[in-house]
């Protein structure tokens, strides 16, 4: 494909629908971005030499240009001194550069209509460009918070988590039991001395083994 046509075909291309129909927007959005990069580089390179080529065809104008002004000062010159041959040649060399200028000044006119017409085409590939690199950074900000989305769910559906969760409700049915035990010999009487440093005991049991329980699930 000619740098023109692709050209063409990116600057009227429509970016949403491409992306739309993209089962990897990421890749397809990659893929284009380079493409459209490619482009203006080729493009712009394009448009060099076209600036270039209307510098020598500019300079070549204004040399036979030159040209013609003298041949008509010859051609002056030889009817003052009475040589109507000579002037009348001098005249005929200044028509055939008048006319090779006048053939020049046309190309010279097709060169700046090509600059002008690149230049409006590198204006809409540059506008495309930075509006895909931005869809690019897009999505790729959506890609990086949804893959830690997902990472964040797995986390909090891994079966370890669930295994943690049940061993924590038999810690509690364990530590409910337990001091319904301990209430149980409560019931109808005062505590003695005695019986309040057993419920210390107890409890700094069940402190002890609330932490292991806790330090396994880690």
Same mark, same amino acid.
């Given at each position: ?62 040399? #036979? ?8 000062? !010859?051609? +002056? ?5 009475? =040589?109507? %041959?000579? $002037? ?52 790729? #900000? ?8 997902? !990472?964040? +769910? ?5 079966? =370890?988590? %669930?295994? $943690? ?54």
């Amino acid at each position: 494909m000619g740098i023109f046509s692709r050209l063409n075909d990116i600057v009227n291309s429509n970016l949403n629908a491409m992306l739309d129909k993209a089962e990897n927007p990421e890749k397809i959005i990659r893929l284009v971005v380079q493409e459209m990069e490619d482009t203006l580089v080729e493009v712009r390179s394009e448009a060099a030499r076209a600036i270039a080529d209307k510098k020598k065809q500019q300079r070549r104008i204004d040399r #036979m240009t030159a040209e013609v002004e003298d041949w008509e000062d !010859k051609a +002056k010159l030889a009817l003052s001194k009475d =040589r109507e %041959d000579l $002037a009348r040649a001098a005249l005929v060399e200044k028509h055939n550069l008048a006319k090779t200028v006048e053939h020049l000044t046309q190309d010279l006119d097709i060169l700046e209509e090509q600059l002008f017409k690149l230049n409006d085409d590198i204006g809409r590939l540059q506008e495309k460009l930075d509006d895909a690199r931005a869809r690019q950074k897009t999505i790729l #900000m959506k890609n990086s918070a949804v893959g830690n989305r997902l !990472k964040t +769910k797995q986390r909090i559906y891994d079966s =370890r988590l %669930d295994d $943690a969760m049940v061993s924590f409700d038999r810690m509690e049915n364990k530590i409910d039991k337990m001091e319904g035990q301990v209430d149980a010999y409560e019931m109808g009487r005062n505590p003695s001395l005695q019986d309040q440093f057993a419920e210390l005991e107890v409890s700094e049991q069940i402190d002890a083994e609330l932490a292991d329980l806790k330090a396994d699930s880690e």
